[in-house]
């Protein structure tokens, strides 16, 4: 067994969420020209300061969006960079938000991050 699918069995996701959830990532960067991040896990309190943490610590932070998810905690964040955040307002990150929770709600959570890396890319436009 590959480590991806070890990593598989021990997180939220299958394999195939696991590819989806790649893909969607690689195309997000390639159509916006920024850098998207998902980290799911728990978030030390305060939550927005340990996100903003977590954000400054990706390569090229200031292009970056993270989205930060603790299913536990039922905590989501969404952390933009200096330069993403000239292409994906408050507005919009809480749009995708709401939209995420929403599947979180209903039991889905790849479809979720799925939903709301293509709404925030969406909102980013082409670079």
Known sequence: MTQEGIDALDGPFTTRQLLRLDEA????????GLTFSVYIGELAE???DYAEQLHRQLDGAAKAVL?????NQRLL???TGNEARKRISDRDAKLAALSMAAA????DLAG???SGLDQLASHAGRH
């Open 25 to 32: 990532l690689r195309v997000a960067d390639q159509q916006t």
């Open 46 to 48: 305060p939550t927005r």
């Open 67 to 71: 989205v930060a998810i603790s299913p």
């Open 77 to 79: 964040e969404i952390v």
């Open 104 to 107: 979180f709600a209903g039991g």
């Open 112 to 114: 979720g991050v799925l």
